[in-house]
């Protein structure tokens, strides 16, 4: 505690010393300014909705600090990858290792036996510096969900090291080269992966936003500053400095607080806080008002322990919201990001820098202790995942009986959600008279409805993108998808039947994770008319093509996810209550009470019919789990609206 105290008085108190000569506070300021950034977007994400940069600011730090060391070493022929490696391990593995073995006893307490197998895959994917290929493949980084992942943040120390695998062989290789040409390389490196990266923003976001090609470029941008300052050229006019440094910190600040998970990312407009990176790097060193304020006691000291306040935020906010359904108290985020200074600061102590002491600690007892905890992760990654999550020992056996008819999921015909232009299932493909429309609820919906069709040798095809709310005739990233999937199916005359189903409420008002039993209001009305209208032009158009068209409204939401409820369920299972009657009504008010101005031709299935009773929507019925997670259904329950349908459509 006493150390606790001495450094907090010393934000206020002590002038910042550094014994480096090339040290730079104002990159510490920076590095408060961004870590400070990221955190409160994970707190707060509906007011800092543009925190996400934070980890632009990084990249453009850690590019221009390691390409500045490994320019000087190339310069002196002192350069060696041992050295350059056995730097990033000191630097990154301790405090990250540190981390995994706290937050193990948290998992295996808290978290479910499916989030447990999930976090195990997770484990495994930091220890091998593939975090950003996994989470990648499972989740969108704006997702709800992300907020319950407590290494996703691990992603962007997966990105910088696959970009530190090879970055210093590739200088090597070219370092004999003129300067000309090893900075046309490097600049045709960054332009085109910024153009991957405008290009995936729109087509393939997931993938542009996780993957290193399309963040290269920002790391480069820090590289190019090394090499400028490599000539030793500085503005001297005071004034041109003043006006680019405040320039800088303007770009960053209007990033952080205009920008949103509706900007797409990275991108052109990730230029911007970019290039205000740049020139605080460029210019930071001089006697500025802005440069003074990144110099500031409180920024550099908070720039100091960025790398372990990065750690340790995402897993406390995890674990907190998976304990909480009542909503994120305000008062309760200010509480975890006090603890996760305190956390930081011990672990800045304690670890960060006596490993980065070579005389502290010897270059074999690191790299020695580096593979022994690589070995143990590994191991504890794969006894999870085998294990399914360990969730033999965490339920009893009706749970688990309960929690594996909440994941049955069996074998479908691959060519439901097949490529149009697969010709394996070319036959099936021109036969097909169903179709299911509308986002990863419709996906579920297609397989039981599918199955249920197979049986009448009837063909179903499913159109289902996860993550896209009703997008037909706006202009939005869904919208190509869209408008490519309405006109194939309008054009296919031998197509007769269109269910369309989407997760409408939570595009018209918000996410309700996190918030229930608050009543989520997180969308512009704007916004949230114009989803209205492009959902009932939707049913307009197809029913004018002459489709019959089924809409499948929303089925209720839960108030945890399935399996909580399970686990804290350990007796009576056969019923289990979700969210209330009373709350469904209002959430679901909007689109009832607007029904009738679809086309009187569409026939509307709602399932809260069958899921509630006059006080509560369930979760589960009869002993049958009628959710796999928070809002989509299971197999069983799927099953069951499917043959609401049929039977409506067979009379």
Not at 195 to 214: D, I, K, V
Not at 375 to 402: C, D, H, P, R, V
Not at 412 to 426: E, V
Not at 565 to 592: H, P, Y
């Amino acid at each position: 505690m006493q150390k606790i105290f001495q450094f907090v008085t010393s934000l206020f108190l002590n002038p910042i010393q550094n014994n480096s000569l090339a040290y730079r506070p104002d990159i510490d300021g920076l590095r408060a300014i961004a870590v400070l950034s990221v955190i409160f977007f994970h707190a707060f994400p509906t007011i800092i909705t543009g925190g996400f940069i934070g980890v632009d600011i990084f990249f453009v730090i850690s590019g221009y600090l390691i390409t500045s060391i490994i320019v000087k070493e190339l310069n002196n022929d002192s350069f060696s990858i041992i050295n350059f490696y056995e730097r990033r391990v000191r630097r990154i593995l301790p405090a990250l290792y540190l981390l995994l073995l706290l937050c193990l006893p948290f998992v295996y307490i808290l978290l479910s036996p499916g989030d447990i197998k999930e976090f195990s895959g997770s484990i495994i994917s930091v220890a091998t510096f593939t975090s950003n290929i996994l989470f990648y493949k499972i989740i969108s980084y704006f997702n709800a969900d992300a907020e319950l992942k407590p290494l996703l943040h691990t992603w962007s120390l997966a990105v910088e090291e696959q970009f530190y695998l090879l970055f210093p062989i590739l200088l090597i290789f070219i370092w004999k080269l003129k300067r000309f040409w090893i900075l046309a390389i490097l600049t045709a490196i960054a332009g085109m992966s910024l153009g991957f990266a405008e290009w995936g923003a729109n087509h393939n976001a997931r993938a542009a936003f996780f993957l290193p090609h399309t963040r290269m470029w920002e790391l480069l941008s820090g590289a190019f500053v090394a090499f400028y300052f490599e000539k030793e050229l500085f503005h001297k006019h005071k004034f041109i400095r003043e006006i680019l440094t405040f320039v800088g910190l303007s770009l960053i600040f209007t990033s952080v607080l205009i920008f949103n998970e509706k900007v797409p990312y990275p991108s052109f407009f990730t230029l911007i806080p970019i290039l205000g990176t740049v020139l605080i790097l460029l210019f930071g060193q001089s006697n500025t008002i802005s440069a003074n304020f990144l110099r500031s006691k409180l920024l550099v000291s908070i720039g100091l322990i960025s790398y372990s306040l990065y750690l340790y935020h995402q897993p406390i906010f995890a674990f907190y919201r998976y304990t909480v359904t009542d909503g994120t108290n305000i008062f309760a985020m200010l509480l975890l990001i006090s603890l996760t200074f305190i956390l930081a600061f011990l672990s800045w102590t304690y670890i960060e820098q006596p490993f980065r002491n070579k005389h502290v600690f010897k270059r074999k007892t690191v790299f020695n202790l580096a593979a022994l905890f690589t070995i143990l992760f590994l191991a504890i990654g794969l006894l999870g995942y085998k294990t399914s999550g360990f969730k033999k020992l965490k339920m009893n056996e009706k749970q688990l009986q309960l929690f594996d008819k909440a994941n049955y999921n069996p074998p479908h015909n691959p060519c439901l959600s097949a490529d149009l232009k697969d010709k394996r299932c070319a036959n099936y493909l021109d036969n097909v008279t169903w179709v299911v429309f509308g986002d990863s609820h419709a996906g579920g919906l297609a397989q039981a409805l599918g199955d249920a069709l197979a049986i009448k040798s009837v063909n179903l095809l499913s159109f289902s993108s996860g993550g896209c709310k009703p997008s037909y005739g706006v202009v939005n990233r869904c919208a190509d998808w869209t408008n490519n999937s309405v006109n194939y199916i309008v054009n296919n005359k031998k197509i007769k039947y269109v269910v369309i189903t989407y997760r409408i409420n939570r595009w018209l008002f918000g996410e309700h994770r996190g918030k229930y039993p608050e009543l989520p209001n997180d969308v512009t009305e704007d916004d949230r008319q114009a989803t209205w209208n492009s959902y009932v032009k939707l049913a307009k158009y197809f029913v004018s093509s002459g489709k019959k068209v089924i809409i499948v409204l929303q089925a209720p939401e839960l108030p945890k996810r399935i399996v909580y409820l399970i686990g804290d369920n350990k007796k009576s299972l056969q019923d289990i209550n979700g969210v209330t009657k009373k709350w469904w009504d209002a959430r679901s008010l909007f689109v009832k009470s607007r029904l009738y101005q679809l086309p009187k031709e569409v026939t509307i299935i709602d399932p809260s019919k069958q899921f509630c009773d006059a006080n509560y929507c369930k979760a589960v019925i009869n002993g049958v789990p009628l959710y796999h997670d928070y809002d989509h259904m299971s197999y069983l329950g799927n099953e069951q609206v499917a043959n609401d349908i049929l039977n409506i459509i067979d009379k």
